[in-house]
């Protein structure tokens, strides 16, 4: 009863049936856990004897006829997430000690819905990077080849999902941090609507580009849980009070007649079974009716230039708190102020979390601020300009996730500008707020990739339609690390 592989949906059924207990379940996440993390280490805290708790009023509720239809099951936070009384270090030597008073909207939420919390998933430090290298607690492994990158900065939790040690995870998308290792990790990772889920209580890294999302095993499983985090937070000035729609009814509307716009510049450098593996699943598009639509994105090539110029100058501003003084790691040595706040940062911070901060200082400084902030965030509308205009003749656009499969890690550690090229087909999104998915498609040289798809602002129901679609005409979505279907 507490098959690893179950989807959120099918252990919703196995628990509301009585086949099933939250005990049950979450003491089988919680072996799991035990069994593999020490070669994956996807887990930085694991709060078993809270989570066992938590599972058995999960029980008494369902028993009481006061459960709601998700309530007992496991789940996985990012270490991103403010969380009560545990935890909450960013995947930072900064926040190695730092336990959060107070719950994040998203664990908030999660928690009203019952949803029981098994941990903190690894991350790569203040969600920094794109292969979960960057981490204090060490790098996160692919479970599909342990010499592999799991993708991040979300790797810690789409390994996790991936492996089977629960069946969902939440993550952050900044750049790319949910769809880029849930393509290398083999799952479903959903970005939402810039504003669609509060960031109330999610460590900032970049304000205008993070949002939360969710890492699962199906687009039906992420709908579901939107359902429960989606919303406005008037604690967060940034969120959205846009109406939530109900996204699980949205999920069988047939796709016969729709158009799905496919950028030409997405297969210039893609590599060639990356490419034939898109191909092909836009092809099960085309068997059900789907009409395929050549567009243009003419600045794509400017998309992670862009991005690597305003998000390290939000992160700067947001990372200035980290003082030693207020809160987080502090430095013992120290003979004035000045050196306080430079020995503690200098120690505090990694390598990738200093270079963006030097960076983001640097485009905002006098002299620099017009010559590189201000033209990107030019750029940045030019972007949300060419996706606005593909979404005039199109219902979504798709494409590959990344440009290839899992790379090895330390393959691109020498090189930061390789690794941000990681994000080339990711960064759009986020530059223009919209939401986007990212779906197995294939395998190449046996490891999986994905499939994204894009749609306009707020309607993550239509992207959640046409990922759910695929997923019911293939089995990408079945496959295990391991062979085992």
């Known amino acids: 009863m507490a098959d690893p592989r179950h989807t959120l949906a099918e252990m919703a059924r196995l628990l509301a049936s009585g086949a099933t207990s939250s005990r049950e379940l979450t003491e089988a996440a919680l072996a799991r856990i ?14 078993g004897e809270a989570a066992l708790a938590a599972a058995d ?14 309530t007992g099951i496991p789940i996985a936070q990012k270490d991103i997430f403010c969380t009560a009384g545990v935890a909450t270090t960013c995947a930072s030597r900064m926040l190695e000690n730092f336990v959060s008073p107070y719950d994040a909207t998203v664990v908030e939420r999660l928690n009203a819905a019952g949803l029981v919390s098994v941990g903190k998933t690894n991350m790569d430090e203040f969600a920094m990077g794109s292969s979960n290298e960057t981490s204090y607690f060490g790098a996160v492994r692919n479970p599909w080849d ?36 849930a393509a290398l990790c083999g799952i479903t990772g959903f970005k939402p609507s810039y ?30 849980i939107m359902q429960v985090i989606a919303g406005f937070d008037e604690r967060d000035s940034t969120c959205s009070d846009q109406p939530v729609p109900d996204y699980t009814a949205a999920l069988e509307q047939s796709v016969a007649g729709r158009k799905i716009g496919v950028p030409t510049e997405y297969f210039a450098g893609l590599d060639a079974a990356c ?6 699943a836009l092809d099960v598009y085309r068997q059900l009716g789907a009409e395929i639509v050549d567009v243009r994105l003419p600045n794509l090539s400017l998309a992670v230039p862009a991005y690597y110029v305003v998000a390290p ?11 030693g003084i207020r ?38 400084s006098a002299g620099y601020y017009d010559a590189y902030y201000l033209k990107a965030q030019k750029i940045r509308q030019l972007i949300s300009n060419d996706l606005a205009k593909c979404f005039e003749q199109v219902d979504v656009i798709a494409g590959p996730t990344t440009p290839t499969p899992a790379f090895r890690l330390g393959e691109k550690t020498d090189d930061p500008v390789q690794m941000y090229l990681n994000d080339i087909y990711t960064v759009s999104a986020n530059l223009a707020g919209l939401p986007g998915i990212s779906v197995p498609c294939g395998l190449v040289d046996g490891l999986p990739v994905g499939l994204q798809f894009i749609g306009s602002l707020f309607d993550e129901a239509t992207v959640l339609n046409f990922a759910h679609v695929f997923q019911q005409q293939t089995d990408w979505h079945t496959l295990v690390p ?4």
Do not use: C
């Open 313 to 323: 100058a939000e992160a700067s501003s947001n990372l200035s708190r980290y003082d």
């Open 146 to 181: 342990a010499a592999r990158s799991p993708g991040g900065s979300s790797g810690g939790s789409a390994a996790a999902v991936a492996a089977g040690l629960v069946p969902l995870a939440t993550g952050t998308d900044t750049g790319g941090s949910v769809r880029q290792p």
């Open 195 to 224: 504003g669609r889920v509060s960031r109330y209580g999610m460590i900032a890294f970049a304000s205008s580009l993070d949002q939360a999302g969710v890492l699962a095993l199906t687009a039906e499983d992420a709908a579901l």
């Open 482 to 485: 391991g062979g085992a279907g």
């Open 275 to 280: 490419a034939a593996a898109t191909h092909a």
């Open 327 to 364: 809160f987080g790691y502090r430095a013992a040595a120290a003979d004035d102020i000045e050196s306080l706040y430079k020995n503690t940062r200098s120690a505090g911070f990694g390598e990738e979390v200093k270079r963006r901060i030097m960076t983001g200082t640097y485009v905002l």
């Open 34 to 47: 035990a069994a593999a993390d020490s070669e994956l280490n996807s887990f930085i805290t694991v709060t």
């Open 57 to 70: 009023r999960a029980d008494a509720q369902r028993a009481a006829g006061k459960a709601g239809p998700l």
